[in-house]
């Protein structure tokens, strides 16, 4: 799994796994868009505006916690 982040145009994508030809991107909102590939997996997930939407209570804060219990905090860049 991967997270990207461009500042230039506020939008975030958490990538699942690598693209296997074509996917078909489904909006779900004017802000979040689905990417399922023809196996009905999902390959990704788009956040537009994400500042906005990633910057809740934790201040845009990712926490992610490793294999022996630790936790790793991510913050993501202001916007621009």
Known sequence: MRLTYDPKHNIAYL???DRAGSVETVPLSD???ID???DG???GIEL???NAQLKGA???RFVIQGPTGEEIAITL???V
């Open 15 to 17: 990538r699942f796994r």
């Open 31 to 33: 802000e979040l868009n």
């Open 36 to 38: 399922i590939g023809p």
């Open 41 to 43: 997996k999902i390959y």
């Open 48 to 50: 537009l505006n994400a």
């Open 58 to 60: 934790d201040e845009g």
């Open 77 to 79: 860049p202001a916007s």
